[in-house]
């Protein structure tokens, strides 16, 4: 399976993984806070559509590698962002509004599925307004996403810092020729 995510449409991109199973433990690590924080980031979740979505970023958290000078404050204090579930239907699938990302706000949704004794995760954003926010965005989840198979399988966690500007451009170079 190819980990780089594909762009679907106008502003969309889609990732696809295999995960170890079972899927209740998939859905704990992508929606209860505690959990999320070791992969991607904190904060809590209200479990129903139109419930309240904390979204809080402190890469600290996730990597010992030292952050660049641009992102040293979300690294270090970290960044509260915000959104609203818009579909929740545990353990398959959880959408939700993305605030506060600069750019027009956004929509992700996470997908499960038994596959054998696998998770397959689908996870599609949507609504990327910028060949440069898709860029950095793909390249965010590739790495989170990375962090989160890390995770459940009990390996060490790879690099985040150290690959994702090099990530980012490679994505950058894949979506050339894409009209947004």
């Not at 479990?47 to 952050?67: C, M, N, Q, W, Y």
């Not at 979300?74 to 818009?86: I, K, P």
């Not at 696998?118 to 965005?137: E, F, P, Q, S």
Request: charged letters at 25%; a negative charge.
């Amino acid at each position: 399976m190819n980990d780089y995510g594909v762009v679907l449409e106008s502003g969309a991109v889609r990732f696809e993984r295999l995960l170890p199973g079972p899927i209740e433990r998939v859905w704990a690590y992508i929606t209860e806070g505690d959990k999320r924080s070791k992969w991607f980031c904190g904060g809590d979740v209200e479990p129903r559509i139109g419930g309240e979505v904390a979204l809080f970023f402190k890469h600290s958290r996730i990597t010992d590698e030292p952050p660049p000078d641009s992102a040293r404050k979300m690294n270090d204090e970290g960044a509260l962002m915000s959104g609203t579930v818009t579909a929740w239907d545990p353990p398959h699938r959880f959408a939700f509004n993305w605030l506060g990302m600069g750019d027009p706000d956004s929509d992700v949704e996470f997908q499960l599925s038994e596959a054998g004794d696998k998770v397959r995760l689908v996870l599609i954003h949507h609504r990327l307004a910028t060949k440069d926010r898709m860029a950095m965005i793909s390249s965010g989840w590739h790495l989170h996403l990375g962090l989160l198979e890390d995770q459940l399988t009990g390996a060490r966690p790879r690099g985040f810092w150290s690959v994702h500007d090099q990530l980012k451009a490679e994505y950058a170079e894949r979506q050339k020729g894409i009209t947004l």
